[in-house]
């Protein structure tokens, strides 16, 4: 190869052009759900969180953000879940480099996630509701926190 070829391929190394974003395999799903307003739906989508064991690390407005368990040849996913009134959808998404979901683990996940929402919703009382809430408001509060600490080590 060229020297001046070598060199080009270094800058443009050093420029972020020879990086490419890596596609990494997810699936969505929404659903209609008539009579829930944005917050009574993420409060069930916390409920349907903890039903399937799974953790819920980072909580927004309308949006929570869990992951699935890790085992042994097994990494965990990340799972999302936004809120609308009267509308939910949720995203399975591989997170650790894969190139392919050839289990259809991403599948798995959405359809495990709307089969507790429903367990959830026909289970749910307005006792569990405002638990979820007060879960979900501490949860918000630690992403607030961590997302400004963040903001200042990016600074220093």
């Given at each position: 190869?060229?020297?001046?070829?070598?060199?080009?391929?270094?800058?443009?190394?050093?420029?972020?052009?020879?990086?490419?974003?890596?596609?990494?395999?997810?699936?969505?799903?929404?659903?209609?759900?008539?009579?829930?307003?944005?917050?009574?739906?993420?409060?069930?989508?916390?409920?349907?969180?903890?039903?399937?064991?799974?953790t819920v690390k980072?909580?927004?407005?309308?949006?929570?953000?869990?992951?699935?368990?890790?085992?042994?040849?097994?990494?965990?996913?990340?799972?999302?879940?936004?809120?609308?009134?009267?509308?939910?959808?949720?995203?399975?998404?591989?997170?650790?480099?894969?190139?392919?979901?050839?289990?259809?683990?991403?599948?798995?996940?959405?359809?495990?996630?709307?089969?507790?929402?429903?367990?959830?919703?026909?289970?749910?009382?307005?006792?569990?509701?405002?638990?979820?809430?007060?879960?979900?408001?501490?949860?918000?509060?630690?992403?607030?926190?961590?997302?400004?600490?963040?903001?200042?080590?990016?600074?220093?």
């Open positions: 190869m060229p020297e001046n070829s070598v060199k080009r391929s270094r800058a443009n190394e050093k420029n972020g052009a020879s990086c490419k974003k890596l596609y990494m395999p997810e699936k969505s799903e929404t659903i209609s759900v008539s009579g829930y307003d944005a917050s009574r739906l993420q409060a069930l989508a916390y409920g349907a969180f903890q039903h399937l064991g799974w980072y909580a927004g407005v309308n949006i929570l953000l869990a992951y699935t368990p890790k085992s042994w040849g097994r990494c965990g996913n990340e799972i999302t879940a936004k809120t609308e009134d009267n509308q939910l959808t949720v995203t399975s998404k591989m997170i650790h480099g894969e190139s392919f979901d050839i289990r259809g683990r991403t599948k798995k996940d959405t359809r495990d996630f709307l089969s507790a929402i429903e367990t959830t919703r026909a289970g749910n009382t307005d006792l569990n509701i405002q638990e979820w809430n007060e879960k979900i408001a501490a949860l918000k509060d630690e992403t607030m926190k961590a997302a400004e600490q963040e903001e200042r080590s990016e600074r220093s």
